[in-house]
């Protein structure tokens, strides 16, 4: 019996994609093409216009063709020596797939991706790459120009396809949060800017010359662990040094204490993603964005501490402070005070619902919902523009 269902079950899936094949092949043969294509001229015009060719490494703003269940992306501005290759390769797996969704079938459309830190460009090249139908593609973007972008997910979650598999582990291997040690807990590096430097890559001459008279000692994830040093609930440390921090730095960091940098302390213990949910609370503070491991960490058990972040993205946008994750001031004045509840029994029930909330979110952003989102929004905005073009005529 149960051999004659799974032949079954087997022979009606065939069916079933030959059927979607099939329908595919007559709709791309009976309908005539949507080209909603914008000339590559044209958004060079409007991004020297709003002044996006005067940010740093402009070879990563690309123009991006869709059309054939194919994607070319080509860089408006060649750099051969890119250091951002890896985040080229993330960007075309993932727009690969998004051409290949049955959405996109019948059309030729075109957008704009900038595939370095941060996607983020002038709001007004934003709302008008948008308003001539080639919106810009964003996986992490500056909240003041997220109107009018379409958000995609970052590299990190391209890569391991929406984390899906250090999800099912966290969730496999994840005690109940009471049981779980009453600590706030973050590991990470001395990302980030030491100074104010709106648009600006972390690897240019641009942000060295503004950050110049700034150090290692002024870059938001010290201040953190600066701050956490002396709080018994808190383990928040920096691991790794590099950028504005020299060797000099690292050490002066680790004999402060707020440093367990493995490659200079190699007996020091290495914690991995699985690690960390061993703690009650999960601490999370931007870099040069926002913190792109974010997700596994709201399906963890534990309870996010997020620092106050001027970046959005997909699944940031629709979480809620209070609900899904634990609200911290920018200025990290509160960190102690916030922080507290970690300890106190009387706080179980809420952290409990923060963190059954978090997870019912993180449920909802997988790889392929996300694949689907982003190609009906392409699609959306395509023929937004074709039928302001035809109403206009």
Known sequence: MRATRY???IIVASIIACTMVAYRAAFVSNQPLVDARVDATAIRNVLNLTEAFNLDHVGEIAYVTFHEGKVVRKS??????????????MAERFLAD???SPHLMGFLGTAVIKTEDDATL????VSMLASMGSPLLAHSIQKASRPGAILIPDWHFIEHHGFRDLIRTVRKLGKPLRSRERKVFWRGSTTGFPCATPFVSPHSKSALSVCQERSCDSLHRIGA???AKNVPWLDIKVARTLMWCNDSDAQRLLSEGISVEENRNPGHQRHDEVSWIARRGLFEIDGFVNAWGHLWRLASGSVVFKVDSGFTNAYLEQEVPGVHFIPLMSNLSDLADATKMIQEESSMPYLEKISRNANLLAS?????QEVDRVAKELRASWIAHKDGKRHAA
Not at 76 to 89: A, R
Not at 122 to 125: H, L, Q, V
Not at 364 to 368: K, Q, V
């Open 76 to 89: 408006f501005i060649e750099d051969p020596k890119s250091p951002y290759g890896w985040y080229h390769g």
């Open 122 to 125: 002038p709001p007004r090249a």
């Open 225 to 227: 662990a600066r701050s």
């Open 98 to 100: 998004v051409a290949a």
């Open 7 to 9: 032949f079954l079950s």
């Open 364 to 368: 909802a952003f997988t790889y392929e």
